[in-house]
């Protein structure tokens, strides 16, 4: 998936997510994120399962393999 030139209302949410062992990938550039605080997670990694069962949570943030992209390219507001 590729989430670019886009403007996210922040908050206690995440972004993208993304099951990091069915090998899915995000990439993001050009993303403005308006939350002050900082809060909204942009890119989690998880665990996904052919169970129905909620997915495990991995990590967050760039990793070069699954969730691509760089600190440079959110602009937080």
């Given at each position: 998936?590729?989430?670019?030139?886009?403007?996210?209302?922040?908050?206690?949410?995440?972004?993208?997510?993304?099951?990091?062992?069915?090998?899915?990938?995000?990439?993001?550039?050009?993303?403005?994120?308006?939350?002050?605080?900082?809060?909204?997670?942009?890119?989690?990694?998880?665990?996904?399962?052919?169970?129905?069962?909620?997915?495990?949570?991995?990590?967050?943030?760039?990793?070069?393999?699954?969730?691509?992209?760089?600190?440079?390219?959110?602009?937080?507001q």
């Amino acid at each position: 998936m590729e989430v670019s030139q886009v403007t996210a209302k922040g908050g206690k949410s995440t972004l993208v997510g993304i099951n990091s062992n069915y090998n899915d990938t995000a990439r993001l550039k050009n993303i403005v994120v308006d939350d002050p605080k900082k809060k909204l997670t942009i890119c989690e990694r998880f665990r996904g399962n052919s169970t129905g069962d909620e997915p495990t949570k991995e990590g967050s943030g760039p990793d070069a393999t699954h969730c691509l992209y760089a600190e440079s390219d959110i602009q937080w507001q």
